[in-house]
């Protein structure tokens, strides 16, 4: 089936949901994060590969952790192929590896992980060839199983919380 060319990623999906919510926010690659000094807070989302999340994220991560460690931080994994029936079994146990090791390096607010998409065009020479064994096909059915109100459920979520530290300090303020 694949996606669709038009499908808008995971991460502008949560920036539109955040800025239509009234918290602007950029979708970015980490190699174009740019100076983080000028950021309220992160939402930081990755892809799942053998449960782990990819390296250049991880990467991001672990090299800005001091200024993480004190900003809001929101986490998101993409990866798990499967269906609702069976989604909160497959979403627990699919938080990548990496995540264990974040909660205590950066405090993240919350990890959420987001049913993904399997696009056929995308897999290497290794990966297909293993796809022509009927478990593997099984384990990784070439299908979108993305769920939009998830993603933007949980956008909106952070916006509230933003929204209410936005207050919080607005009282503060002398
Ligand atoms: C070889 C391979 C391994 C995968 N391993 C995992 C995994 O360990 N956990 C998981 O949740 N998803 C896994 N997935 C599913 C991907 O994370 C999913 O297809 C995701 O939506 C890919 O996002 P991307 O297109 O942004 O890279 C795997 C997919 C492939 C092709």
């Known amino acids: 089936m694949g996606i669709p060319a ?4 995971p991460q502008r999906c949560i920036a539109e949901t955040l800025t239509l919510a009234g918290q602007h926010a950029e979708a970015r690659p980490v190699q174009q994060a740019g100076d983080l000094g000028g950021y309220e807070g992160f939402v930081i989302g990755s892809a799942a590969y053998s449960m782990h999340r990819r390296k250049d994220a991880t990467a991001f991560v672990m090299s800005t952790r001091d200024l993480l460690a004190h900003r809001p931080v ?5 990866g798990p192929l499967g269906t609702d029936a069976k989604g909160v079994s497959l979403r627990t146990t699919a938080e990548p590896k990496e995540i264990r090791g974040f909660r205590t390096a950066i405090h993240p607010r919350d990890h959420h992980v987001f049913f993904g998409a399997l696009d056929p065009g995308r897999l290497t020479f290794a990966e297909k060839t293993l796809r022509k064994l009927p478990a593997a096909r099984a384990m990784m059915p070439e299908r979108d199983f993305r769920d939009w109100t998830d993603i933007e459920d949980w956008a909106r979520s952070i ?3 933003l929204t209410q530290q936005d207050a919080r300090r607005a009282e503060e303020e002398p």
């Open 74 to 78: 929101w986490l998101f994994s993409t």
């Open 6 to 9: 038009n499908t808008v990623p």
């Open 159 to 161: 916006a509230e919380e």
